[in-house]
């Protein structure tokens, strides 16, 4: 089974050169994984970064989103450009390491029905205010959505090309994460969870996670998206 990595980029400039040395061990531990660095609309040097980077490398290869519309547009333009038949999607900001996907691939080669099982990250390693808010944020899409939710933006996220052709206008932002982990639940998949080190950014700020500011700016959106899901859960849509 072809496994394809998609990993957004966005002014991730300083970080490129060791993300794609971590890719680089990635691909060159099975040859049937490719990865997609999505150029998520940056406005620093990335696109020449990573045309330098990337020469002799066919197994990592760029996607170019003109204009940032958002994390979960470049996912989804990452995804329909990959060639596998499992796929995938983690961070560029290296707080995770692209070669987590190794352990979870294991979950797919080790299933007798690959194409009806999900897997996704568990974080450790985490600032004690960041385990609550994920505390707080999990607890809270489990009692509106009524399916047991937890780490929702854990990475990396893994799933079959099929469950992917099945999705129905997911969002373009971070609820990417929470829409697809619900649909999966909702249709019966089998999740599974497995530990990843979270550690601290190389280079630059998350582009949410900054202050309590940004944090409740995040709820807000989430938690507006949270509730028209379930409406539309609701109404059958």
């Known amino acids: 089974m ?3 990595l998609v990993i957004p ?5 300083k970080n490129l050169p060791s993300l794609v040395k971590r890719c ?25 970064v990573l045309a330098e980077l990337l020469k002799g490398k066919p197994q990592i290869r760029t996607v170019v989103v003109e204009v940032n ?15 596998g038949e499992i796929l995938g999607w983690t961070h560029a900001d290296m707080q995770t390491d692209p070669n987590d996907v190794l352990e979870g691939l294991k979950f797919f080669f080790n299933s007798q029905n690959p194409e009806k099982i999900f897997v996704k990250g568990r974080r450790y390693g985490r600032k004690l205010a960041d385990v609550f808010f994920t505390i707080g944020m999990s607890a809270f899409e489990t009692l509106l959505m009524l399916k047991a939710m937890w780490d929702i933006n854990a990475q990396p996220t893994m799933f079959s090309r099929k ?11 971070f609820s990417l994460d929470l829409y697809v982990y619900y649909t999966a639940k909702e249709a019966g998949f089998e999740v599974k969870r497995f530990p990843v ?18 944090k409740l700016k995040f709820i807000k959106r989430t938690v507006n998206y949270s509730v028209e899901l379930k409406k539309k859960i609701d109404s059958g849509e």
């Open 163 to 173: 469950f992917f052709d099945s999705w129905f206008e997911p969002p373009y932002d």
């Open 9 to 13: 980029c966005y002014n991730e400039a």
């Open 2 to 4: 072809k496994f394809s």
């Open 197 to 214: 080190l979270f550690a601290n950014r190389l280079h630059g700020v998350s582009n949410w996670n900054v202050d309590w500011k940004s």
């Open 24 to 48: 680089e061990k990635l691909v060159s531990a099975r040859n049937d994984i490719e990865v997609i660095l999505v150029n998520n609309g940056s406005n620093d040097n990335s696109e020449q």
């Open 69 to 83: 519309q958002g994390y979960g547009f470049g996912i989804l333009e990452g995804l329909r450009f990959a060639k």
